[in-house]
């Protein structure tokens, strides 16, 4: 039976595709619910009308879903808060902004942005912060005539009281503002749309929301809302602030350190659970320090007390070094099938399925993402290989290369094409046959005429699955190529 008592959400804009940084924090929120056995919930905050697409919202599901985050209620479940896109809300914030208007806890603001800019320069030139005068908050009812007379939108401020607030973050501790810094602030734009503050209090009260985990950069917003919350007669939620992600070189995370949304990141061939599982550890650690789980392991483990104040730098080494333990490690079968998306160049039905596991369970050993299958076998397939000149030049155009592929078109018409442990032992009664050269130098010769590389797959493996037309005619065109 759920709790009643434990709503978390995620609320992502709709600007862009979803973030590391945003996906991480859907993370914490959904693993929080999960161990209390409470609800996570998605709500779109798509106020901003002219950055805001439905391709974006769509991404956001896709990426949240990939990464096996499902949620309890959203726009797309639906729930018994809905909706749960800003946009339809349009009717709880005008009600809830003429209620602090009518309480005397927000007002009508006339100034045109030509007076605020003044007030501005005003503050510059005495070297002060800005803080908004608060003129409008008492203006006599011939003032407010004109304005409207004149054609001027209004927008809403909150009357912001001037006192020390403090509140208790569940990670950051004991946090204390001194609201007099502020100034009155506004929570209904001109346009009729709320601003951020406001909606996400309205939201959160409306939703029943009853923990807001979310990146320490929105710390400075938590005053304000508290002072909503508190205006409205209604009980704030508990407040835990994550630290941020860093790049490696401790600056914000941004594109030009490479990849920053999911989708990218799985499209590049990291798999879901191994970047789930490196998103857990971006500012928390498993008590028992094995950093590779899946997710209901995570969840059973996981405590929001133990997540870090500092921020977390997030390593690429780290994960691909996650991301090639799960590749390596998930059954062969459940691999192959993630992987034919990236092979779809190639022709599989020349293979059967058994044939094809083992092509992929051949190469992965050496795989970062799963992407990379894509080069890593392309020599099982077609009737020839490229080989690099600067290969060609260093390893087949020797005399020593000649003679061994010239010795070796003899054996490859007599292989055992069915049985690879077969061909080992052929393989080697070869190198011995090719002594006082080197085993290293002739199996070099060999693999190259047949894959164009100095390395790769097994290669038993390799001349079973070419057959022998496809390996004598490949040995030939090499010793050709190297005259």
Not at 64 to 80: F, H, M, Q, R, V
Not at 177 to 201: E, H
Not at 216 to 226: F, Y
Not at 249 to 272: C, M, N
Request: proline letters at 4%.
């Amino acid at each position: 039976m759920s709790n009643p008592q434990i709503r978390v959400r995620i609320a992502p804009s709709p600007t862009g595709n979803l973030h590391v940084g945003t996906a991480r924090t859907a993370l914490f929120n959904w693993l929080f619910a999960r161990k209390n056995n409470g609800k996570f919930i998605l709500r779109i905050e798509d106020t901003d009308i002219e950055r805001s697409e439905e391709k974006y919202v769509q991404n956001i599901y896709d990426s949240l879903k990939a990464i096996g985050l499902n949620w309890d209620e959203g726009p797309d479940t639906g729930g018994d808060y809905a909706p749960y896109k800003q946009s339809g809300r349009t009717e709880i914030y005008d009600k809830y902004a003429k209620k602090l208007v009518e309480s005397g806890n927000a007002y009508y603001c006339w100034c045109s942005q030509e007076e605020l800019d003044s007030e501005k320069e005003q503050a510059q030139q005495e070297k002060k912060d800005f803080i908004y005068s608060g003129k409008c908050k008492k203006l006599p009812p011939e003032e407010t005539k004109k304005y409207i007379q004149q054609g001027r939108n209004p927008v809403i401020r909150f009357c912001m009281p001037s006192r020390k607030l403090k509140f208790s973050d569940m990670i950051k501790g004991e946090i204390e503002f001194d609201t007099a810094l502020t100034g009155d602030f506004v929570i209904m734009k001109s346009n009729g749309t709320p601003t951020y503050n406001f909606a996400v209090v309205v939201d959160d009260a409306e939703m029943k929301i009853s923990h807001v985990i979310r990146g320490e950069d929105h710390i400075s917003n938590t005053p304000r809302q508290i002072l909503i919350y508190e205006a409205l007669g209604l009980e704030a939620p508990r407040f835990a602030h994550v630290g941020m992600i860093l790049a490696q070189d401790r600056s914000k995370l941004s594109k030009r350190h490479g990849a920053t949304a999911v989708s990218e990141f799985i499209d590049q061939g990291y798999l879901p659970e191994a970047f789930v599982n490196f998103l857990a550890l971006l500012g928390w650690s498993p008590p028992d320090e094995q950093e590779i789980k899946p997710l209901n392991e995570i969840i059973n483990l996981f405590n929001i007390d133990k997540i870090s104040s500092t921020p977390a730098v997030f390593e690429f080494d780290k994960l691909n070094w996650l991301n090639g333990s799960y590749i390596r490690n998930l059954p062969v079968e459940d691999i192959t099938e993630r992987a034919r998306k990236y092979l779809k160049e190639y022709d599989l039905s020349s293979y059967s399925e058994e044939q094809l596991q083992a092509i992929v369970d051949a190469v992965r050993n050496n795989l970062v993402r799963l992407s990379e299958v894509r080069d890593s076998v392309s020599y099982f397939f077609g009737e020839d290989v490229d080989i690099e000149d600067e290969i060609r030049e260093n390893i087949l155009k020797t005399d020593q290369s000649r003679k061994i592929l010239s010795e070796f078109t003899g054996l490859a018409g007599n292989f055992d094409y069915l049985d690879t442990e077969k061909i080992h032992e052929q393989l080697g009664e070869f190198r011995k046959q090719m002594k006082p050269l080197k085993p290293k130098d002739v199996m070099w010769a060999v693999r190259t005429a047949l894959t164009g590389r100095t390395h790769g797959a097994d290669l038993a493996l390799v001349i079973s699955l070419l057959g022998r037309d496809r390996v004598i005619k490949r040995v030939q065109n090499a010793i050709t190529a190297s005259v």
